[in-house]
């Protein structure tokens, strides 16, 4: 791992004070562009066909935009950190301060949709048929595609953790190997949930239960994609010796979301698909 500390020995603090950055600003921009797409996107039924394709057209330009933004501003850190050395333990310490409130940040949003699911399920409405779920949506099987989706979630929980535990003991193999299975694992995870979002009978815009449905188990998916990304970029790192037996906080924040990403699918599938789909949540 190439650290250079004499660059940073003439700092009277442990602190790391960042140049000018256009990123910061970039990223606002191209969120806000990739919002404004999205929310055209779901109104699409308001404008014509041309205007549907203008839509579609900037929702994905701002994304590109985005990833490619994204991309380069953490080269930017990488460089500081591993080639510049300017990541002193104090700056480590507050990334993964950040990180842990930012996983806080995370829980309320997820808590959010939690919270509805029990609103409507546990009082519904007249207005869905006084059921839960709603008049015409029938009842999700727990032992089908989210059962297997638990499984290969939580084993790749275990290999990542295994992952992790091997590069402390210095044994890079090991390490390259159960992260590129937990990868593999993050890959499956997404096919298997895209396929079953492909033979469910209802959508987003059916009723609420669709809304909340495919709110609650798309905004995880969508976490999934970005947590499968992260791992990749750890993966990369160690082969090019950018993390050590002891240097390797990047893969500590990703193996921090990546659990949890498991323990949200975990509340997620016990409540949606195994309580929400049983016989006596409507007694």
């Known amino acids: 791992m190439l650290r250079n500390r004499n660059l940073v020995k003439h ?12 990123w910061p600003i970039m990223t606002g921009g191209a969120l806000l562009a990739l919002a404004l797409g999205f929310i055209s996107a779901f ?40 080639f510049e050395g300017h990541h002193t333990r104090k700056v480590q310490e507050n990334v993964l301060l950040g990180m842990k409130l930012f996983i ?17 399920s546990l009082t519904p409405s007249i207005f869905t048929g006084g059921i839960w779920p709603c008049f015409g949506i029938p009842k999700l099987d727990p032992l089908a595609v989210p059962f297997l989706n638990t499984v290969i ?98 893969f500590i924040c990703a193996l921090w979301y990546w659990h949890f990403v498991d323990i949200v699918w975990l509340g997620l599938y016990l409540i949606v698909y195994i309580w929400g789909g049983s016989d006596w949540i409507n007694d």
């Open 11 to 22: 700092e009277r603090h442990p602190f790391h004070l960042v140049d000018p950055s256009p």
């Open 43 to 82: 109104c699409r039924d308001h404008f014509n066909q041309c205007e549907q394709s203008v839509n579609y057209f900037g929702f994905y330009i701002s994304l590109i935009i985005l990833i490619l933004v994204l991309s380069r501003w953490f080269k930017d850190i990488i460089i500081e950190s591993t």
């Open 104 to 120: 806080v940040s995370e829980v309320m949003f997820f808590f959010s949709f939690f919270w509805a699911y029990f609103h409507f």
């Open 153 to 250: 979630l939580l084993s790749s929980g275990f290999s990542v953790t295994y992952s992790h535990k091997s590069l402390q003991s210095n044994n890079r193999k090991d390490a390259l190997s159960w992260l590129g299975y937990t990868i593999f694992l993050g890959m499956v995870f997404t096919v298997l949930q895209g396929y079953e979002y492909s033979v469910l009978p209802f959508n987003i815009d059916t009723n609420v239960y669709g809304s909340i449905f495919y709110m609650i188990t798309g905004f995880h998916g969508f976490h999934v994609i970005v947590g499968t990304i992260m791992l990749f970029v750890c993966l990369v790192r160690i082969k090019k010796y950018h993390n050590s037996n002891k240097y390797h906080v990047g």
